[in-house]
């Protein structure tokens, strides 16, 4: 009894604290895709700590990466390479 009531605490500062970041956060853009059974999520956002994109995957739970703007490039770098090399696999035959 006394865990539940424990974890129900935690679960209401977790999002007290997402309520009172959201409040502060402005949004500069923000943009969806559905695939398969997800949805994701790619928003443009600035607090105080500064401008970032968030991506937020939603499929039953959630979770999310966060990306400070001045690494924006050097991600997009990345994520375009490995796109690169995923795109090869949508057709090949699989290995298994």
Known sequence: MRRRSRRKMEREERTERT???????????????????????FDVKENHKGKYLRITELSGGRSCIVIPLGGIALFKERLGEIIEEAEKLVDAPSSF
């Open 19 to 41: 309520e009172r970041t959201e409040r502060t956060e402005k949004e500069h853009a923000s943009k969806h895709v559905d695939i398969e059974s997800k949805r994701f999520f």
